[in-house]
């Protein structure tokens, strides 16, 4: 799941993430799939983690621990 701050200057609701009310500056995930849908609204929402960034992080700590 990618990781998105929402910027707005209030409240929002969104359907794709089940109805849930979205506070201004509140971290979000949402399906990797999604990520450009949500980051292309720069007045909205700003980028914290792109998808896949986690799994690349955890491959880098699993390689210099080995």
Same mark, same amino acid.
């Given at each position: 799941?990618? +990781?998105? +701050?929402?910027?707005?200057?209030? =409240? ?6 089940? &109805? +849930?009310?979205?506070? =201004? &500056? ?5 399906? &990797?799939? +999604? ?15 792109? =998808?896949?960034?986690? #799994? #690349? ?6 390689? #210099?621990?080995?």
């Amino acid at each position: 799941m990618a +990781r998105v +701050r929402f910027i707005g200057p209030e =409240p929002v609701t969104v359907p794709e993430l089940g &109805d +849930r009310v979205i506070q =201004p &500056d509140q971290l979000v995930e949402v399906p &990797d799939a +999604r990520f450009d849908g949500y980051v292309c609204q720069t007045t909205l929402w700003e980028p914290v983690e792109e =998808p896949g960034a986690t #799994k #690349k992080v955890a491959a880098k700590s699993a390689a #210099k621990e080995g």
